[in-house]
């Protein structure tokens, strides 16, 4: 055995609520064995990671950021200034961020150059350590659409089969799609209340994307392209602010018992729309008003709908490290800690269609994380990282001279 972790209590997440006195023993990056620490004795000259107090969760997942930017008040600003080598190097400095955070794995939804794609691949084969990547690479747009600059700019079909076969090629993870506008560099077609693609394209791209064993994300404001991705069997709606064509918001109960029923996943992202930075208050006269929003995804979550965390990390003024600030956005619609939790591990893991990370259980990968206090009493918990452990190497443990986190 190569490492046996204990904790006073472990939460595999896989299983309902936490062990107390946990291990969890792993072999090879691999996790063999969780439980209580009085059954499960490690081999004679198994090193032991004893952390006392703490509590053990699987490695956090952000499901929704964007590693190019960098959550500034301009990130198309510094992104623009950047060769592809000075941006790599940004791109490393935020998954070192993110892996402090306890982020052991982060879904990448949109990059220029495919970037994104070498870094997974650096990390995946052990050149750098970091968290797992899984990638969209250029995602599909409209001509003068949103993220045309970096993306694919297709208008018709052909255009779009040209892009998702460009995509597989690269090697990405999944198909990202700009179903609408949104916040984006001046001269980008705004659009953010109407959709960039009808409702045959739209079932095109699922098509042509499944037929080649990728799955489809779709960046949807308005309520025209959620309607359409419920129709066209999207496998992950991002954003979801519920935009009528003319002004307000527009509920489509129908369209989100189809989402539910068919399985797909929300991240709303809500974090990046409301960040905490004052200076983020009122730039966006556009941005919806989170009191209004709230009422719609606690009706989502009545039925049914699996939420993935994600903060549209690196958007203006969402960092790295603000992972559990989107979680505790949504339990201000309903989810309770295990929700919140799950959300960042287990759901998350499923939505990415990632089966070795998300949970502490054997067989999947040994990414570890051990907090303070206990994220099934308060989610804030998660905020209070003090060790990391990735494919069973520790590669975190916090400064204690560093700033402390804010306060459960
Ligand atoms: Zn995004």
């Keep these: 055995m190569d490492l046996c972790v204990r904790a006073d209590r472990v939460i595999s997440v896989s299983e309902p609520g936490a062990i107390e006195r946990g291990a969890v023993l792993v072999r090879g990056g691999r996790i063999v064995a969780v439980g209580r620490a009085a059954d499960l004795a490690p081999p004679e000259g198994t090193p032991v990671l004893d952390l006392g107090a ?172 959620v309607r359409t991705c419920a129709g066209a069997g999207v496998d992950i709606v991002e954003h979801c602010l519920w935009l009528d064509e003319s002004a307000g918001y527009c509920f489509d109960e129908r369209a989100v018992e189809r989402i539910a029923e068919q399985g797909a996943f929300v991240c709303p992202t809500l974090a990046g729309f409301f960040p905490r930075h004052p200076a983020a208050r009122g730039i966006d006269p556009e941005m919806p008003k989170i009191e209004e929003l709230l009422p719609y995804f606690a009706r989502m979550r009545e039925l049914g709908v699996r939420f993935v965390s994600g903060n549209d990390t690196g958007a203006p003024y969402t960092p790295f490290d603000d992972l559990v600030y989107g979680l505790e956005i949504m339990g201000r619609f309903g989810l309770s800690p295990a929700e919140q939790l799950a959300a960042a591990t287990l759901t998350a893991a499923a939505c990415l269609g990632r089966d070795d990370v998300g949970a502490l259980a054997a067989g999947r990968r040994a990414d570890l994380v051990a907090v303070r206090g206990n994220p099934l009493d308060d989610i804030r918990a998660l905020w209070q990282v003090e060790v990391v452990v990735k494919d069973g190497h520790v590669v975190h443990r916090r400064d204690p001279l560093a700033a402390t986190a804010p306060a459960v």
Excluded: W
């Design 54 to 225: 703490l509590t053990l969760v699987p490695g956090l997942i952000d499901g929704h950021a964007h590693l190019m930017l960098d959550g500034s008040a301009e990130p198309m600003r510094t992104l623009e200034a950047e060769s592809d080598s000075q941006l790599l190097l940004r791109m490393v400095r935020n998954l070192g961020v993110l892996l402090r955070a306890g982020v052991t794995t982060v879904r990448d939804c949109g990059c220029r150059n495919h970037l994104s794609l070498v870094l997974r691949d650096a990390i995946s084969s052990g050149l750098l350590v970091g968290p797992n990547v899984v990638s969209a690479g250029k995602a599909l747009t409209i001509t003068g659409g949103h993220y045309g600059f970096v993306g694919h700019e297709c208008d018709g079909a052909d255009a779009l089969r040209q892009a998702i076969r460009a995509e597989a090629k690269a090697g990405v993870d999944f198909i990202k799609v700009m179903g609408s506008g949104g916040r984006s560099k001046p001269g980008t077609a705004g659009l953010r209340r109407s959709a960039y693609f009808t409702d045959e394209e739209m079932a095109l791209i699922v098509r042509e994307s499944h037929r080649i064993g990728k799955r489809v994300a779709v960046h949807a404001h308005p309520t025209a392209v």
